[in-house]
């Protein structure tokens, strides 16, 4: 496993020494340590940034045509450092290996889609009053700053990493400090054997002092976070101040509305998904089970079933539905939100129990509005259940939310729950399918507390790493009247 990563280092041009020492990384399964990485102060950010701002310029003057092979060899050196960068994944951040291998197969893909960025039209012709040419032309925005967490590193690192890149600027890359190999150093390592030229990629583990510096330093003209909602409004503010373009996807308690007509067994299977894929810990994790009244025994019933039944353990040993939780911080976060809303009157229906970082799947039936797991974003495997009577009602529990990233709707009849999505202000909906999906080709991003909206996926990604340029054209210099 080391061939993807040196010890003590980090990657910025070259493996250079990081200045603010260096610190484990930590198997969380088993507690061991997997390397030591370099841990980045403000110095080494703005070193890297004004490193950064010096190469983008022979960067974003490459042909359309060059930029595009480099990310397709990209994709292509992920795809054949498969099963090396699968097991960092499942061994960096616990996830299971078929979580792990979505995860390397997305990178693939989306470096494939930045590439076909690469060639698409750079602008417009505009209509005109005057006897010129005036035209609109997209236009690298220079330096990209981008911030990604500890849950799905490799995915949500290399969506922003990647069309950056192909649309000519260069990438400042600041991972989480607990998941610096799946989420900065293995990017850097596929990016240089695609042949990027030196300096256009930086990767920076670090921690919130690294994380202000990026946003504050004057090279970088746009931020990408994922991250919490809380941190995310940080970033927000920061960026605000220097006056500097930040996209945002942040924190998600996405709900699962089962109607009166769907099928109870195939909807207990979603929900199940939604809530205890990757223990709970993605943006889109199904936060709150929204169940008809009508349905909502045999629902819960059987949801509480499935979750007794999945196994949990470590997933680069064992045959497992559930790895173990990031860290001790986490862990005491969601066992805090079980007990404290089991205490508020909650019936703990399954699980609520953890054997070090792996925390049962658990089901938590008779949730009030109120409680503790209904209106925080739990962040593992918790699947709080609300029971409804009418659509009304659920319309309206659905959009008590700060929150509105994803939503799912199960139904017997389709159109009867796009109707419905209509009602409920969300960024992505699933009719009949669970709340945790991502594709490359698409449009990712919430709305309100979920962040700013669909800013990474296809051509979405035109508009998040590009500045719009106005530019006319006479054949000459027109006479004034002064």
Known sequence: MTALFESGT???????????????IVEPATGAELGRTGVADASDVDAACAGAAAARQEWAAATFSDRAAVLRKAGAAIEASFAELRDWVVRETGAVPDMAA??????AQECYEAAALASQPPGQLLPTAEPRLSMLRRVPVGVVGVISPFNVPLILSIRSVAPALALGNAVVLKPDIRTPVSGGFAIARVFAEAGLPDGVLHVLPGGPDAGTA????PHVRVISFTGSTAVGRKVGELAAKHLKRAHLELGGNSALVVLDDADVERAVSAGS??????QGQICMTTGRHLVHERVAESYVEALAAHATALPVGNPATEKVALGPLIDEGQLGKVHDLVTSTVDAGARLASGGTHDGLFYRPTVLDRVGTGMPAYANEVFGPVAPVVRFGSEDEAVALATDSEYGLSLSILTGDAMRGLALAERIPTGIVHVNDQTVNDEAVAPFGGVAASGTGARFGGLANLDAFTESRWITVRGQIPAYPF
Do not use: E, Y
């Open 10 to 24: 980090i990657f910025s041009g070259g493996w250079v020494a990081a200045h603010g020492g260096d610190t484990a």
């Open 102 to 107: 979505f995860a390397v197969g997305v990178a």
């Open 214 to 217: 990026l946003v504050a330093n």
């Open 273 to 278: 998904w939604g809530s205890f894929l990757h």
